[in-house]
């Protein structure tokens, strides 16, 4: 029998978002034949009471995308199961053990980071961390470099590397991974995707929501270190990278490793010039008044809830193309988005016109709200004007939607959930879409020397009203170098 051990299984994470995506695999056929779900945490309850839960949860999240059905929901029931577990205790793991036998087993640890080390090496003295067995680790691993290792020496004492998956769920969006088929299945844009072409590149992860009943987690760690860190430089990484010889994970991660070697540590005197921090304070966003951070938390906190760097990739396609990422809580969307900006004509042989010059082609690659990916050209603007005219017109790359052949399009795929994909893929013992450690281990280290700088400069975030861009340093970060970040508009 082959298991997959959700420890945290009645936790946010696991109601919201694992047990909807293994319900959207069921609904698709996608499980593993006999694959066994256990959910595991310290609550004493029946099987019978979590499923109970398991199927509130998922029922109103599949009945959102339309996709319930009473049969889907019977095969993933009779999947399920629960067991009241102490997961940092040997003992309280052997009845688990027990359960899931010699089979293959997948474990998520959906709990606090800060039981990592405990958990594991509790897994392994109950015979959880056999070669039959694979962790599934969430982010973020540790606050910094050291805490990082600490945990992470813990899990390689327990694991080999080829039994962990570090999960970073951007790296399971469908949009990501068309990133990677965009550059390296297609031969017109790799002559262009260096530093000849390209100016500069944005990338912007913008949420509505505020830190709320969250803060004694994202206190501790702010915006550089829960999204910065992880998902912000993944993103930078599948932009940046060397193409590389396959699809292999350990192909594509060295070479994602090198993109963070090269990054240009952030020092104590540049840290006011190539960052910037941020915290909202009270104000609107999506048309309802919220609170500030302080008022959430209770009290005055120095945490970021937006940060913008600018980043310097020092090798040869990169030089002088500086990578600027922006992340926040309370922005005025829920937009996330990669913006490749290419150089200017270097000689205009048209008239300006109302706009200004003739617009350079920009490539914006949409993970959030849609997933797309268009690209900005000019073309000559219809009609009998004396001079010619241009406009801009934005070419849709998108993966889209198949035609249907009646000259329609056909209906759009349900977006999957990013953990579908990487669940599947754990299971299956692909680490393509995981972070290998060298890779968490490096990006720590420039994150590190990030909120050091901050920290011996004395750097504190500037406010920014709920539901506005952050503050005002994070467009001047942009306007001293003559750029300005991407608006939705062409
Ligand atoms: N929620 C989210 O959207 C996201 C969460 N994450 C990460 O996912 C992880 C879980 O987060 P989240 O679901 O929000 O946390 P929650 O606090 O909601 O859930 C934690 C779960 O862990 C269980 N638990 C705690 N201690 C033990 C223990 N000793 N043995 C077994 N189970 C235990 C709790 O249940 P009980 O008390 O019954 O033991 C609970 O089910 C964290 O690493 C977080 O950073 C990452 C990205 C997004
Ligand atoms: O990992 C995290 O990601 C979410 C944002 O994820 P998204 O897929 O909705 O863009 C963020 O809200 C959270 O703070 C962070 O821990």
Redesign the pocket.
């Known amino acids: 029998m082959a298991a997959l051990i959700l420890?945290?299984?009645?936790?946010?994470?696991?109601m919201?978002?694992l047990l909807p995506s293994l319900y959207f695999l069921e609904h698709d056929g996608l499980l593993p034949e006999g694959l066994k779900i256990i959910g595991?945490?310290?609550?004493e309850e029946s099987a019978d009471d979590y499923i109970a839960k398991v199927h509130e949860a998922v029922k109103a999240r599949a009945e959102a995308d339309q996709a319930w059905d009473e049969t889907s929901w019977s095969r993933m029931k009779a999947r399920l199961d629960y067991l009241a577990?102490?997961?940092?205790s040997p003992d309280s793991l052997k009845p688990l053990k027990d359960k899931v036998g010699d089979g293959e087993v997948t474990s998520f640890l959906?709990?606090?980071?800060s039981?990592y080390a405990r958990i594991v090496t509790a897994m392994k003295a109950a015979g959880l961390a056999d070669k039959n067995c694979r962790i599934v680790l969430?982010?973020?691993v540790g606050r910094d470099l050291k805490s990082f290792l600490e945990i992470d020496d813990a899990v390689a004492h327990a694991f080999s590397e080829d039994q962990v998956f570090r999960i970073d769920h951007y790296l399971g969006k469908e949009t990501v991974q068309n990133l990677i088929a965009l550059r390296f299945g297609n031969t017109i844009f790799e002559p262009l995707w260096n530093n000849l072409s390209i100016d500069h590149v944005q990338i912007t992860i913008g949420e509505t929501v505020g830190v709320g009943d969250r803060w004694p987690?994202y206190d501790e760690y702010g915006a550089l270190r829960d999204m910065l860190q992880n998902h912000m430089l993944q993103l930078l990484c599948l932009v940046a990278m060397e193409p590389p010889s396959d699809l292999d994970p350990d192909s594509v991660r060295n070479e994602k490793v090198k993109v963070l070697r090269s990054l240009r540590p952030v020092t104590v005197d540049e840290a006011e010039r190539v960052t910037v921090r941020g915290q909202y304070v009270a104000g609107v966003s999506e048309g309802k008044p919220a609170k500030g951070y302080d008022e959430e938390r209770g009290a005055e906190s120095d945490t970021e809830t937006f940060v913008a760097v600018r980043a310097d990739i020092d090798n040869w396609r990169w030089a002088g193309v500086p990578f600027f990422m922006r992340t926040g809580k309370r922005l005025p969307e829920k937009r996330t988005e990669i913006v490749i900006q290419f150089k200017p004509l270097p000689h205009s042989i048209f008239d300006r016109d109302d706009r200004g010059e003739v617009q350079a082609n920009r490539m914006v690659i949409e993970l959030q709200p849609e997933e797309d990916i268009s690209l900005t050209v000019m073309n000559k603007r219809p009609g009998l004007d004396r001079r010619m005219q241009l406009q801009p017109i934005k070419m849709s790359l998108s993966w889209g939607v198949p035609n249907s052949g009646d000259g329609k399009s056909a209906a759009p795929p349900r977006r999957r959930i990013a953990y579908e994909r990487l669940l599947l893929d754990a299971m299956a013992g692909d680490s393509t879409l995981f972070v290998r450690r060298d890779e968490a281990e490096q990006a720590w280290k420039w994150v590190d020397e990030v909120s050091e700088a901050w920290a011996e400069s004395g750097l504190k975030p500037d406010e920014y009203v709920a539901g506005t861009w952050g503050p005002d340093s994070a467009d001047m970060l942009m306007m001293r170098t003559g750029r300005d970040w991407n608006t939705t508009d062409v």
Do not use: N, Q
């Open positions: 420890f945290g299984g009645g936790g946010d994470l696991a919201r978002m595991a945490a310290r609550s577990v102490d997961a940092t959906a709990v606090s980071p039981l969430e982010k973020p987690y």
